[in-house]
């Protein structure tokens, strides 16, 4: 693999990627996918056109973090704050995970991308979860880059959840409050089993988390762009996983 990923960087022409060390590439990334209603209107174009091109920017982010040995790319598409906007909006927001894998899950699955999604199913349209939940079947013993899709995703409701689960156990008598571990809220979490992210990326000039990994980002490295996310590259992402490498992670302790 590392092998593989300096092979890669090194026929990469930019300054950026042969500044990059194969052997600390962030294991699991996280992208604020944002900016596409701006793009657009600085376009003088609707806001859905940012919207179409920036799942063009998803399928090259996914390629580059696979070419740089990233094990876990995490994008987040759509919160549960996001039902707010225009009905329009939403709907064609809603159409997009479907049109997405339309053109790209086949080769996904040549990639040997495995794709899942963390979020609450419940409140999505049928067709939205009918495509979702295709690409999680079809995709789930594949061994390669795990794309993992926020949608309808939010922090405030998943640590809800989780601490609900925990209160169930307790009624049901098979759980001591003072039992309760950081593991067991973590495990709860929509995330599940996924490692926390080691970088999260922000796009469009926003500095904040928008409701976004809460709990799991408490030790991750920030990196953030005022690029629009339609803009982003896979120059973006080495740039952004360079600079990661120059960080010093601490934990609270003592470098
Ligand atoms: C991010 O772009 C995509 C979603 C939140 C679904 P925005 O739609 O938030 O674009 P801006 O931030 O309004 O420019
Ligand atoms: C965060 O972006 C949600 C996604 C990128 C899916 P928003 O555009 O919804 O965030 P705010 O409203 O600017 O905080
Ligand atoms: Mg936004």
Redesign the pocket.
């Known amino acids: 693999m590392i092998k593989r990923v300096r092979s890669w960087l090194n026929q990469e022409d930019s300054q950026q990627a042969h500044r990059i060390s194969p052997d600390n590439i962030p294991h699991h990334v996280a992208i604020?996918?944002?900016g596409n209603g701006r793009w657009a209107k600085r376009r003088g174009m609707p806001r859905i056109v940012g919207h179409q091109n920036g799942m063009k920017a998803v399928k090259r982010a996914a390629i580059a973090a696979d070419d740089l040995g990233i094990k876990i790319l995490t994008m987040?598409?759509?919160?549960t704050?996001?039902w707010k906007r225009p009905k329009d909006e939403v709907d064609f927001l809603m159409k997009l995970p479907q049109e997405f894998l339309a053109i790209e899950l086949e080769e996904l699955i040549q990639k040997n991308v495995q794709v899942r999604m963390m979020g609450h199913p419940e409140d999505l349209p049928q067709h939205t979860r009918d495509a979702m939940e295709e690409a999680v079947a079809r995709t789930a013993s594949n061994t390669g880059l795990v794309l993992n899709f926020?949608l309808n995703y939010g922090s405030r409701k998943e640590i809800t959840e989780s601490i609900r689960a925990l209160g169930k156990d307790i009624r049901e008598g098979t759980l001591l409050p003072e039992d309760i571990t950081e593991e067991m809220v973590g495990e709860r979490l929509l995330s599940g089993d996924l490692p926390d992210p080691d970088l999260l990326i922000r796009t469009?000039g926003?500095l904040?988390l928008?409701?976004?990994m809460l709990w799991q980002l408490a030790y991750s490295e920030l990196w953030f762009t005022d690029i629009y996310w339609p803009e982003f590259t896979k120059e973006h992402l080495i740039e952004a996983v360079a600079e990661y490498q120059h960080r010093t992670r601490r934990y609270g302790g003592l470098s």
């Open positions: 604020i996918m944002d987040y598409a759509f919160s704050e996001n926020a469009s926003e904040r928008s409701n976004f």
